[in-house]
């Protein structure tokens, strides 16, 4: 079975740094890109952007560039998301995902890729 | 959000409840769309892919559409386990992109 387990919920303070993790289980880590996906309180789905464990190679949304990095080890199928200097503004649940999907005719494109499995979840919080 | 959904839609049980998704040429129009259910405290689950097809599991209830730069929803038979908030999403240039969501009451 396809599994992501993310790590528990953080209690943090303004400034604070933080890593989450992400851990797969059930299939080849490296050949899949590892999605994160933001909701904060009361709102819906925000995408923050996307890392492939095989080469490192990473994209990131607009809005998260330069607010948050991406990685992974592969040698415990883990990618992490982390935050140098939390803000109070970042309070949200994350939730990481692997990107599932099929290449028609062998031709591979990002429009036949889809979030699935998702993690449970990891809630994070950060007030002073 | 970059799609529009409407924020909640409501049905009986039995009845037939639509959620349209509105996008663009850049995103919907030239890209497969995904819908996603979540129930409250619980991560988003796959619903359907690729504009209308369903995964494994997921019952035939369900269908999903796209017309151009829109695509819907359709839950057939509403059931009481069908309340829950539904997200549209698609790409739009390599970044993907989601609705603002959907809450469906079943009354």
């Known amino acids: 079975e396809v599994q992501l387990v993310q790590s528990g919920a953080e209690v943090k303070k303004p400034g604070e740094s933080l890593k989450i993790s992400c851990t797969a289980s059930?299939?080849?880590?490296?050949?899949?890109?590892i999605a994160w996906v933001r909701q904060m309180p009361g709102q819906g789905l925000e995408w923050m952007g996307r890392?492939?464990?095989?080469?490192?190679?990473?994209q990131y949304s607009p809005a998260f560039q330069g607010q948050v990095t991406l990685s992974a080890d592969n040698s415990i199928n883990t990618a992490y998301l982390q935050w140098s200097a939390l803000k109070a503004s970042d309070t949200a649940m994350y939730y990481c995902?692997?990107?599932?999907?099929?290449?028609?005719?062998?031709?591979?494109?990002?429009?036949?890729?889809?979030?699935?499995?998702w993690g449970q979840g990891t809630q994070v919080t950060v007030s002073s | 959000s970059v799609l529009t959904q409407p924020p909640s839609a409501s049905g009986t049980p039995g009845q037939r409840v639509t959620i349209s998704c509105s996008g663009s040429?850049?995103?919907?129009?030239?890209?497969?769309v995904y819908w996603y259910q979540q129930y409250p405290g619980m991560a988003p689950r796959l619903l359907i892919y690729?504009?209308?097809r369903r995964p494994s599991g997921i019952p035939d209830r369900f269908s999903g559409s796209k017309s151009g730069a829109s695509a819907s929803l359709a839950i057939s038979g509403l059931r009481s386990e069908d309340e829950a908030d539904y997200y549209c999403?698609?790409?739009?240039?390599?970044?993907?992109?989601f609705g603002g969501g959907t809450k469906v009451t079943v009354l």
């Open positions: 995902a692997r990107l599932s999907g099929i290449c028609p005719n062998n031709v591979c494109s990002i429009s036949t890729h889809w979030f699935d499995p």
């Open positions: 059930g299939y080849q880590f490296s050949g899949y890109w």
């Open positions: 890392f492939f464990p095989s080469n490192s190679q990473t």
């Open positions: 040429s850049s995103n919907i129009g030239s890209s497969n």
């Open positions: 690729m504009n209308d």
């Open positions: 999403a698609t790409w739009d240039d390599s970044l993907k992109v």
